[in-house]
């Protein structure tokens, strides 16, 4: 396992690069999350939620056909059939618990395509709690069944209209409203980026993908090992969670897929690890797409979940460390993925999920290998996209 | 001692101007400083815009948009400061976020300061903690102020800490909110202030956040050495068609001059 030092480092990524009016909330969390976390009562509950309300665990499913396709056993982590259709309600269910733990009544949070806004509106009405979402006017328009499945579930989707509209733009709103509301709110970050604990925090509540996927493997093959895990990165949960108990299996070759938009050379892009350099984002230090000048580039991706610029420090050190290779995987390569799992296993997949699926004809893949994919969402939500993309 | 830290030893009642550099136009910098000095401002912190202010309001938000289409840089700013202490001797404070500062270089950044004449900086993203051990000493070769934030919720040991290490002043955010959210100041904001003045710390206080009239003003003033107005001497400008006349009635609007 591999955990952040007691300041929220990995290495030289990570951190807390927080204003002063943040300080005692992020201050109250990080003294109170392990101890939390830990603690049978969360424990016993966080797995019967997952359990008994999420659907978990989710299956590990043999793809037959791709695997056929690509010579290789091809295995997917159902992630898309979880409740809400994606990874994302691991996290949440966590996080309300601990709100919940810490007397907090009012939730917000951020939604890029609208799958942790989806998640966080859901446990906030199995709980009973205050909900806003934050989401970019751009990210409104193109994932509009996500916004109004949050809009049922009693939440407020408030639309961040700065910079490109999009998950960024949203984050920053977030982390305002947190200013202003410093004494009721819980601030529910939907990926492993931001401060110190966050990235720690959204791991672990996503760590239970890579510890099903172990115990699954070695009850169908006989090894807990397979040899490669591929999840997409955007702020990098589905990932984190996917990676998480394999970091230290050197054999395990671990590929995380970023959103190349138009391609890496082409300016619209949101491929954070190809094209930026450290610096600071929502107060982590990380790989970050930034001009000369130090500021923030708007990035482009035709996935709204993947469409950040910046990325969870954890993955920036495994970059830096080579325990973790990221490959940028375009719009149209993204697109193709979609249609072939589509039609050769009927499952349509979330635009961020077929990142990760893209990546299959790139790999030099022996008869023998084992190969996890991490499905990590339902293509649902992005269905107005499928039917211009495809002509439907 | 500099320019801000004999200030604060000798005047009391001080009001500050926050402005975004490069805002509404991209020359309009030296003009701004110049008009506000001749206004009778007793110092100013120039905003470097950053893309994604996080601590910001609307209003400093948007004018740091506008900037930066301007053209507004560290390179730009400096260059347009290169001069300046020929025109103005009022205190002159840099604020803004750490990752601009990053990339130019956290000791190029400061040269460039000494060079220009700037006497502090504040960069309300870079934690206390950050600066003490990684940047304070390079302050301080340099002779150049660093000025923490402090707000309602503040616990009041890190309040004696962090008056204990800043060499410039402590912010007081007035209300836990981002800048320009309210008006007028409530029973909250006024036990804060009370709180924080029978502390007796050993540094000067600024508050900021939420000042935008005479009234609110001058009752800040009864509680720390001044205030901080930001976002409506920013909603001024914006529509302002001669930034000399509009800036002096404006600061006389806040602060009436005796004469």
Request: hydrophobic share 40%; glycine share 8%.
């Amino acid at each position: 396992m591999i955990e952040p030092n007691n300041k929220g480092f990995y290495g030289e990524y990570g951190g807390a690069y927080i204003p002063e009016m943040l300080i005692p909330n992020i201050e109250e969390l990080r003294a109170k999350y392990l101890d939390i976390l830990n603690s049978e009562s969360f424990r016993k509950e966080y797995h019967l939620l997952l359990c008994d309300y999420a659907g978990r665990p989710s299956p590990l499913f043999k793809a037959e056909r791709l695997s056929a396709k690509y010579n290789a056993n091809i295995w997917l982590k159902r992630e898309d059939l979880n409740h809400t259709g994606s990874h994302k309600l691991n996290n949440t269910i966590g996080q309300i618990l601990l709100a919940r733990e810490m007397g907090r009544k009012r939730i917000i949070a951020e939604t890029g395509a609208g799958q942790h806004g989806v998640a966080t509106a859901t446990v906030c009405a199995l709980m009973g709690l205050d909900c806003v979402v934050y989401m970019g006017a751009t990210d409104i328009e193109r994932q509009a069944p996500n916004v109004a499945r949050m809009r049922m579930l009693g939440a407020e989707v408030r639309p961040a209209t700065s910079g490109n509209k999009t998950l960024k733009d949203a984050t920053n709103e977030a982390l305002r409203d947190w200013i202003a509301n410093p004494l009721d709110t819980f601030y529910l970050i939907g990926s492993v980026v931001g401060p110190h604990p966050y990235p720690d925090m959204v791991a672990r509540l996503q760590a239970i993908i890579s510890s099903e996927i172990k115990e699954q493997l070695k009850s169908k093959i006989g090894t807990n090992l397979p040899d490669y895990v591929i999840a997409c990165v955007g702020g990098g949960s589905n990932a984190a969670g996917s990676f998480y108990h394999f970091l230290e299996d050197e054999s395990v070759k671990l590929i995380g897929t970023e959103a190349a938009g138009l391609g890496v050379n082409s300016g619209e892009t949101a491929a954070s690890m190809a094209c930026g350099d450290k610096g600071i984002i929502h107060g982590s230090m990380t790989y970050l797409m930034q001009s000369d000048d130090g500021q923030i580039t708007e990035p482009y991706s035709i996935s709204a979940g993947l469409d950040y610029p910046g990325i969870g420090p954890l993955h920036a050190f495994l970059k830096d460390s080579k325990r973790a290779d990221y490959m940028p995987i375009t719009d149209d390569e993204a697109l193709d993925a979609v249609m072939e799992l589509t039609r050769l296993e009927g499952i349509i997949p979330a635009l961020e999920s077929a990142h990760a699926l893209a990546v299959l004809p790139k790999l030099k893949l022996k008869t023998s290998d084992h190969v996890v994919v991490t499905v990590s969402g339902r293509g649902d939500k992005d269905m107005k996209t499928y039917m211009e993309r495809f002509n439907l | 001692m500099n320019r801000l830290n004999s200030l604060f030893a000798n005047k009391k009642d001080l009001l500050s101007i926050y402005f975004t550099a490069g805002f509404p136009r991209l020359d309009d910098t030296v003009p701004i400083l110049k008009a506000l000095e001749t206004s009778g401002v007793d110092f100013v912190e120039i905003g470097m815009p950053f893309s994604d202010p996080l601590a910001d309001g609307p209003v400093i938000q948007k004018s740091s948009t506008t900037a930066l289409e301007n053209g507004m840089s560290l390179t730009v700013l400096f260059k347009q400061l290169e001069n300046v202490r020929r025109e103005v001797s009022m205190p002159i404070v840099l604020m803004g976020y750490l990752n601009p500062v990053l990339r130019f270089g956290v000791e190029r950044f400061l040269d460039k300061c000494k060079e220009t004449g700037v006497d502090g900086v504040i960069l309300p993203d870079l934690p206390f903690e950050m600066y003490r051990e990684q940047y304070s000493h390079l302050f301080e070769e340099r002779g150049i102020s660093n000025t923490f934030l402090i707000t309602p919720q503040t616990p009041p040991d890190r309040v004696r800490l962090l008056d204990e290490n800043t060499t410039g002043f402590l912010y007081m955010v007035s209300s836990a909110a981002v800048t320009g959210a309210k008006t007028g100041l409530n029973q909250f904001q006024i036990d804060y202030f009370t709180r924080i003045r029978d502390m007796e710390l050993k540094s000067p206080k600024m508050v900021g956040f939420g000042i935008s009239n005479q009234e609110s003003f001058s009752e800040v003033c009864k509680y720390a050495n001044g205030a901080i107005v930001g976002s409506a001497f920013i909603r001024m400008i914006e529509n302002s068609n001669n930034i000399a006349e509009d800036i002096d009635g404006f600061i006389c609007s806040l602060k009436p001059r005796n004469d």
